[in-house]
């Protein structure tokens, strides 16, 4: 058995990180969920609600846990206890998933039950390992702070969806339903994707494309923003708050994550010195320019009567700025794990390959390509009613995603055992 060298990205290594199979197996899990959502879209008349958690729960939440996995003991310095525990998270958030998107599609109650009983199995089996160990750890960064608020952030959306599920299960519900409903979809939009994808877009923008950190300035005000969104949208679930106000909660946050965080990074990408060309940076650019869009779309969504414009709202949210980064994300963040635990132990032989020759940007562009249709497909779909061009995107996107991937595995595990 060979031993690990010192990492060549100072303060990486893959001995602090979980074995390489469990943000695999997350990683190759999400893109089922957008070949199932482009099946139901071309079947005719989806269930909106059994889509929206496809995008939500089967594509973003998969491959945010398993980055989470990750990160948390990389990048934040929480060593999550039990790694391999994760693969038992995979497999009831699978299962909880499914049952969910069911019971939505067929408006079962027995149905709902059941997906509580696995979701919040799937949602406590993760977040207290992963909190215990973000509150031992002693790394104060901002990144490691937006990590602790987003689990903060997690648990709060899944309380509000198991009390929605629970009561969609046959149980009396007192409340405001709407708020709730509105609630809990924000503080998934707002402070869980969006404090999540900000955290992380600190450390991986200045490390994959070689931009300067945010200022102190910029994560403070980020941070707040979610913050505040995170605790007062937390209160709304508890069903004290009237849903004309819950939009004004929603707003600190939003105007963090949809105008402050993408100026920024807009502004550090701009700015870079080094100009390589990047596949992966077209996925960026869409999510950054559709960001101030969310912001745009979800006040009008609140404040004006147009049917169309919260489906178009939710397009632009799933696909146009969370998908497109998370897409951008996988294309740089699988193939730097695969390296790092296959090829860097035999940096300095000959044939090894650099992490970025186990995706060439070709295969990037092709997927970069897919996912712009598809979201051109949604914002069609959601003005006219005509979503089968936006499911044949996503069967397409996800299809090609699950080959990317599987080649990049391939290519580093021949090297390795070369």
Not at 23 to 29: A, D, E, K, Y
Not at 65 to 82: C, E, F, I, K, S
Not at 383 to 397: D, H, I, N, P, S
């Amino acid at each position: 058995m060979r031993s690990s060298p010192a990492s060549p990205v100072p303060g990486i290594s893959p001995d602090q990180g979980p074995p390489l199979s469990v943000p695999l197996s997350f990683f190759f899990t999400a893109p089922l969920a957008l070949i199932a959502a482009g099946a139901l879209l071309l079947g005719g008349d989806p269930n909106q609600l059994a889509l929206v958690h496809l995008g939500t729960v089967g594509f973003l939440l998969f491959v945010m846990l398993g980055a989470l996995y990750q990160m948390l003991p990389v990048v934040a310095g929480a060593v999550v206890p039990m790694p391999r525990a994760a693969h038992l998270v995979h497999l009831l958030l699978l299962a909880g998933a499914g049952t969910l998107i069911a019971a939505q599609a067929t408006n079962e109650a027995s149905l709902f039950l059941a997906a509580v009983g696995l979701l919040s199995s799937a949602l406590g089996a993760f977040l207290i390992p992963a909190a215990w160990a973000a509150a031992r750890s002693p790394m104060h960064t901002p990144t490691s702070w937006g990590m602790r608020l987003a689990l903060l952030a997690l648990a709060a959306v899944g309380v509000a969806g198991l009390r929605l599920a629970w009561a969609r299960g046959g149980h009396v519900f007192t409340g405001d339903w709407l708020a709730l409903r509105l609630a809990h979809a924000h503080l998934g939009f707002v402070a869980w994707l969006g404090g999540l994808i900000s955290a992380v877009s600190w450390q991986v923008l200045p490390m994959f494309y070689l931009v300067a950190a945010p200022s102190v300035r910029v994560t403070r005000v980020v941070l707040a923003g979610v913050a505040v969104s995170t605790v007062t949208l937390s209160i709304a679930v508890l069903g004290v708050v009237p849903y004309s106000v819950v939009p004004w909660l929603i707003a600190p946050g939003a105007v963090a994550v949809w105008a402050v965080q993408p100026a920024w990074a807009l502004r550090a990408l701009v700015s870079r010195k080094r100009k390589r060309r990047d596949a992966t940076l077209w996925l960026w650019w869409v999510s950054l320019v559709m960001a101030p869009v969310c912001l745009v779309l979800g006040a009008l969504s609140a404040w004006t009567s147009l049917e169309w414009m919260p489906r178009l709202y939710g397009v632009i949210v799933l696909w146009g700025w969370a998908g497109a980064v998370v897409h951008g994300m996988l294309m740089r963040i699988v193939p730097f794990l695969v390296w790092m635990h296959w090829c860097a132990p035999l940096v300095g032989q000959p044939g090894v390959p650099s992490a970025r020759e186990l995706l060439p940007d070709r295969l990037v562009s092709v997927g970069a390509v897919l996912h712009l249709l598809a979201l051109g497909g949604g914002v069609l779909g959601a003005m006219t009613g005509e979503w089968r061009f936006f499911g044949v995107g996503l069967a397409l996107t996800g299809s090609w995603l699950i080959f990317v991937l599987a080649s990049t595995v391939r290519r580093g595990r021949g090297s390795g055992a070369a």
